[in-house]
């Protein structure tokens, strides 16, 4: 299980056989919240952008749910809870729209109807879907930097 405090940070407990927690051992069980990872902020053309939940990362890439940056990006979100499909469509005047699905039981993904392969998968968590941010926003026509020394991300669109 994985909370977020209202500061922002990120705690788990549960099994941890694999390292899923992302606290750096394979302990197997935790059975009391133990500190996931720093908060990782999010700006869009240099504003903050307030998430719904934290950013994970698994595999060294960033998973962001799925409405808060792209509602920040003009993007229509919709998501099939019967059959787990997300749907990203972007129109902006002047370009093509692109248009993302996701499949989260599977991760079949396509983009603009030709199929990508996602790495690591999209997952969720406590019914949030995590998208990894790079792909999707990079896909959307945005640049994508790490600040590590701020632990922000920072999103500029073109």
Known sequence: MIMQKTDGTLWGWGVNKHAQLGIGDYEFLYSTPVPVQKPILIRLNGAPVPLSNGVITRNGQAFIPLRSVFDKMEAEVTFDSNNKVAKIIQSKAGTNPVSIQ??????????????????????????????????????????VDWIQKENTIVITTK
Do not use: C
Not at 106 to 126: E, G, I, R, Y
């Open 102 to 143: 996701i499949n989260l039981k599977t991760s079949q993904t396509t983009v603009n109807d030709k199929s990508v392969k996602l790495t690591p998968s999209p997952f969720t968590v406590n019914g949030i879907a995590y998208l990894p941010l790079r792909l999707i926003s990079e896909t959307l026509g945005a640049k």
